[in-house]
């Protein structure tokens, strides 16, 4: 094997970076959905468990059968066409869950108890909208 030219060596080393670049967005995208989807469904959902609470809360089911299939899905997005992640992607990926776990729960229980406050799923959803789209936006620019 040859040693090659300064140039081409500049030249084959631009087209690995290329190649790294391109390799490394592309493993992000299946979380970034993953986490946006999950961030809407969870969003949308104590919205509506607010709504269903003021109402007397009969509908709870119907609520959250949606809310937990669109969440299940978008897991499963990301777990399956996730097969690549970004160096750090497991600790980012716990620190985002670990966060939207807490305030999911937190605003489910706010959201039913506090029926009479709109702020209260207002401020949930905005929560979680934070969590997960910093989460998003986090893994896109790693």
Known sequence: MSTPDPTTARDLLAQADKASAAAASGAS???TVALMGLGGASSIGLIALWL????????TLLVLIPVLAWIGLSILFGTTFGRAAKVGFGRRWGVTMGAW???WIAGVLAVTSLTDQVWVPATAAGVLLAITGAGAWAETRR
């Open 52 to 59: 269903d609470a003021r109402a007397g809360g009969s509908h």
């Open 29 to 31: 995208w299946p979380w």
């Open 101 to 103: 776990a807490v305030a």
